[in-house]
Every structure is written in structure tokens, then in C-alpha cells.
């Protein structure tokens, strides 16, 4: 028998990011759901309680998946918890009025899987107040899992263990029907030549770069900024940064910043 081709990559890549969580028992299940697909990345950033991997609740939950635990880190940071990361997916119930595209966990998984070359992180809030807005702006994309809308509401394990599947499902499957943000209809092969997706830090580095260029040339009041740079940065998640991208864009920002001052 044939078996389907496997994405390892994705596999070994992908990182479960986990923000402000509130309850052990719930990275415990994390854990567990990660290690039940085949992934073992798990990342925390700045839990609500101490030692939060070794917590006895956590430790329970996870139910054979301690070594993921184990494995784990605890960040103070988001820029810390990206590291090396050119993909960030953020996972929302809610809709936001500027936040970057909307795809379902199927059209992420199935895209991951189609680009190795992408080092992705799914990103997921805090069981009460889920992802603040400026954490969803620093993603690609905002996966939003299509429930019931009469009660749409998934505990944090419950929908880690949906786009876990997803990823599985996508890898083993070799993701044959990729879904592009680029070029959503097509295959990625067909818009030529790719270069390397800027990574998190690049593309926050040129958030803060072209906002303070706005601001010297006078485009962006940074008194009364209203919504320019939420508007900005959805519309370049919409693209898919590559690192040259990137640099032409910083490029630019260095260069009206020069001319207005010469």
C-alpha cells in the first residue's frame, strides 16, 4: 500500500504559543493534545502563576505528554516566544475591525503544509479575555474555527486540539489543495520567484521603523494616531513579507525621512 507523503517539517516546526494562561490544567491539555498529533514545540508567555510547567494539575492533564511539558519554555515576551518565527498565526473567536486575513484551520494547516520553508507559531490567548489587538496585529493571519454560532465558545485545549488535527491531517495529506494567502485560487509555484518570509521581528522592526518615519514626515499625528498603523499592518499581513520586502520598505521610510530633512 501507498502511503500518502509526510510534510516533516511541519511536524518538527511548528510552534504552540500559549499567552497569560490561567489554568494549569489547561497547558496540561495542550500537551497532550500536541503529542496525540506528533508535536512537541510549546512555548509560554508570562502564565498567571508560577512554575507553571511543573504544576501538579498541569503535569496531570497532560497524561503521558510530560515530556512536552518538560520540553516547554516559559518567555516574558511575545518578540521573545516568535523568535524565529516568519508565520504567526493568531486563533480568536472574535472578530476584529482591523484584524489581518481570516482563513479556518483547515486553509492555515493546509498552507503550512504546502511551504516548509515557512517556521510557523500558532498563537493562543487567555481562556477569559483571549488576544489583545496588538498581539493579533503582529500575525499573519487570524484563524477563527467555524463552531456553532449559537455557541461558538471552545475551551483552549479544545481548539488546540482542532488545528493540531488540522496540521496532522495537512502533513500526512501533503496538502494537495494549498491555500495561498498570496494567491488564494492558485498554486504558490505560480506567482515566481519567493524569497525568504520575513520573520516576526523583521516585520515588527518595520512597523516601528515606518510609524516613526509617518511621524517625522507629518503624515501620522502621534497625538491623535486614530487607526493608520492597524490599518497599515493589515493590509501588509494580507501580503506575506519577504525579507527584501521588508528591507525595501525600511528603505524607503530612511529615504522621505532623508529628503525632508535636506
Not at 498603523?229 to 494580507?238: D, E, N, S, V, Y
Request: charged residues 20%; contains cysteine; glycine residues 6%.
Amino acid at each position: 500500500m501507498n502511503l500518502p507523503p509526510i510534510n516533516t517539517n511541519l511536524f518538527k516546526q511548528l510552534r504552540f504559543i500559549l499567552v497569560e494562561t490561567s489554568r494549569a490544567g489547561n497547558i496540561g491539555a495542550v500537551a497532550r493534545a500536541m503529542k496525540t498529533m506528533g508535536f512537541s514545540d510549546l512555548v509560554l508567555v508570562t502564565p498567571r502563576f508560577e512554575h507553571a510547567l511543573q504544576d501538579p494539575e498541569a503535569v496531570a492533564f497532560a497524561s503521558g505528554a510530560g515530556d512536552i511539558l518538560a520540553g516547554a519554555r516559559v518567555v516574558g515576551s511575545m518578540a521573545e516566544a516568535l523568535d524565529g518565527i516568519n508565520f504567526a498565526a493568531a486563533v480568536s473567536a472574535r472578530l476584529r475591525e482591523y484584524s489581518p486575513p481570516v482563513l479556518t484551520p483547515r486553509q492555515v494547516a493546509e498552507q503550512l503544509s504546502a511551504q516548509p520553508e515557512l517556521r510557523a507559531a500558532l498563537v493562543f490567548g487567555n481562556e477569559r479575555f483571549g488576544l489583545p489587538n496588538d498581539i493579533v496585529e503582529k500575525c499573519n493571519v487570524l484563524i477563527n474555527i467555524p463552531a456553532n454560532p449559537d455557541y461558538s465558545s471552545l475551551n483552549l485545549s479544545q481548539a488546540a486540539q482542532v488545528l493540531a488535527y488540522e496540521c496532522r491531517m495537512a502533513a500526512l495529506d501533503g496538502a494537495p489543495r494549498a491555500m495561498n494567502v498570496r494567491q488564494p485560487a492558485g498554486d504558490a509555484n505560480e506567482i515566481g520567484f519567493q524569497g525568504e518570509a520575513a520573520s516576526a521581528a523583521q516585520i515588527e522592526g518595520m512597523y516601528q521603523h515606518l510609524e516613526q518615519s509617518l511621524v517625522e514626515i507629518g503624515f501620522l499625528d502621534a497625538s491623535n494616531p486614530r487607526k493608520l498603523m492597524p490599518r497599515l499592518k493589515r493590509m501588509f499581513a494580507r501580503a506575506q513579507l519577504e525579507q527584501e520586502e521588508v528591507n525595501i520598505l525600511r528603505g524607503i521610510a530612511r529615504h522621505m525621512v532623508g529628503k525632508r530633512r535636506d
